[in-house]
Structures are given as structure tokens and as C-alpha cells.
Nanobody, 123 residues
Framework: QVQLVESGGGLVQAGGSLRLSCAAS????????MGWFRQAPGKEREFVAA????????YYVDSVKGRFTISRDNAKNTMYLQMNSLKPEDTAVYYC????????????????WGQGTQVTVSS
């Protein structure tokens, strides 16, 4: 069982930066692939980024490539999403996810989910 808690969301102006964190409970954090998703008002939850258990492989949706960076610190049981050059269209609730499969963690079928953190980008 893995419990996930996101933090770091907030209000930022366009062009600004935020760093989201996802703290995981349990001693087997390093065995899980991790991912970030987001859900804007009136829209479906969408994949943003994912990282393998070792951190050696990362994946991004095209709209955030070059602006967002996913990383993890297995010693701290924490995953991060550094978001730079933020745009109003990045406004959403951001969720972290965990799954034993690096394929599944990039889908809505991920096994574990956090409660989300709000990111609002003003123009």
C-alpha cells in the first residue's frame, strides 16, 4: 500500500515557476514508477509526466516538454515536478500517481493516487 500527498501548488503569474512535491509513505517507494497528472475545470484528467523507479527514464506530454522536469529522491520517498515558464493553460489540479508498471503509471489506471494540489497561473 502506498499513500501519496502532494504539496507546492499555488498562484503564480504567467512565466513564473513552481515546484510540486509528492511525498509517499511506505518502505517500497523505490519499487514504483511515478507520474503526474492534471485536471483543469471541465476537462478530463490528463497525463503530464512520468518517471521510472530508478529515475533513469522520464516521459512528458508534448505541451510541457522543455518547461517541466520530473525527478525523484528515493531516499526521501519524494517525487518532484519543477514547472517553469508557466502558462495560464497549465492551471489545473495536479495529482501524483504510483504504479508498479511504468506503462500503467502513464494512464488513468494507475494503482495509487494523491488528493491533488491546485496550480493557478494568472495572465
Amino acid at each position: 500500500q502506498v499513500q501519496l500527498v502532494e504539496s507546492g501548488g499555488g498562484l503564480v503569474q504567467a512565466g513564473g515557476s513552481l515546484r510540486l512535491s509528492c511525498a509517499a509513505s511506505g518502505r517500497t517507494f523505490s519499487r514504483y514508477a511515478m507520474g503526474w497528472f492534471r485536471q483543469a475545470p471541465g476537462k478530463e484528467r490528463e497525463f503530464v509526466a512520468a518517471i521510472s523507479w530508478s529515475g533513469g527514464s522520464t516521459y512528458y506530454v508534448d505541451s510541457v516538454k522543455g518547461r517541466f522536469t520530473i525527478s525523484r529522491d528515493n531516499a526521501k520517498n519524494t517525487m518532484y515536478l519543477q514547472m517553469n515558464s508557466l502558462k495560464p493553460e497549465d492551471t489545473a489540479v495536479y495529482y501524483c500517481a504510483a504504479d508498479s508498471s511504468l506503462i500503467t503509471v502513464r494512464t488513468l489506471q494507475s494503482n495509487y493516487w494523491g488528493q491533488g494540489t491546485q496550480v493557478t497561473v494568472s495572465s
